[in-house]
């Protein structure tokens, strides 16, 4: 099975903030790899999927690189509403394993 | 629009069987694979596996297989999920998914809202 591994596990950060998540894979997925966000007590919504490619109707601060086995989750300037868990998630092979999560808290 | 609708939260014994509904509306259902995903409290989500609505092939995760079983029911749009020989670590949030595929890459949306199980004795 593939490891997804995330850092940090959480940090806290201000609005306006630049903030960047880090999700490495255990062996290379190309660029097989999707971005989940998760608020409490909602259910994972989709950001983005080949590593890069934005999903219709997500901000643009919100952006993504990397292929192989290192991969970043960036938002340029971060919105009250973009508090939330962010979870990686390999689309490679099965199974479809997810990173554990990194959590953004207001500083 | 788009949207996955699942039953409701249950309270299991161990060692019984719980089966999850997910209906499908807004697209053709027999178009999208679903999955299904599990996230214990605290925990990132765990994929279960998937079920093509279209042919009611499926694929379970090594760890689920013998006691997961996924099916559909195109009439009325709807997947299942069964589980048996619950276990107290079998406590979590049950996802459906709509897989979306281009190409060779996938992903999942919608998710349904989740359905909370609860085993406990």
């Known amino acids: 099975d593939i490891q997804m591994t995330q850092s940090p596990s959480s940090l806290s950060a201000s609005v306006g903030d630049r903030v960047t998540i880090t999700c490495r894979a255990s062996?290379?997925?190309?660029?097989?790899l999707n971005w989940y966000q998760q608020k409490p007590g909602k259910a994972p919504k989709f950001l983005i999927y080949?590593?890069?490619s934005l999903q219709s109707g997500v901000p643009s601060r919100f952006s993504g690189s990397g292929a192989g086995t290192d991969f970043t989750l960036t938002i340029s300037s971060l919105q009250p509403e973009d508090f939330a868990t962010y979870y990686c998630q390999q689309s490679h092979s099965t199974p479809f394993t997810f990173g554990p999560g990194t959590k953004i808290d207001i500083k | 629009q788009v949207q996955l609708v699942q039953s409701g939260a249950e309270v299991k014994k161990p060692g019984a069987s719980l089966k999850v509904s997910c209906k499908a509306s807004g697209y053709t259902f027999t178009g999208y694979f679903i999955h299904w995903v599990r996230q214990a409290p605290g925990q990132g989500p765990e994929w279960m596996g998937w079920?093509?609505?279209?042919?009611?092939?499926?694929n379970y995760a090594q760890k689920f297989q013998g006691r997961v079983t996924m099916t559909r029911d195109t009439s009325i749009s709807t997947a299942y999920m069964e589980l048996s020989r619950l276990r107290s670590d079998d406590t979590a949030l049950y996802y459906c998914?709509?897989?979306?595929?281009?190409?060779?890459?996938?992903?999942?949306?919608?998710w349904g809202q989740g359905t909370l199980v609860t085993v406990s004795s």
């Open positions: 998914a709509r897989a979306v595929y281009s190409g060779s890459l996938h992903w999942f949306d919608p």
């Open positions: 080949a590593a890069s």
């Open positions: 079920i093509n609505p279209n042919s009611a092939a499926t």
């Open positions: 062996q290379s997925i190309s660029v097989y």
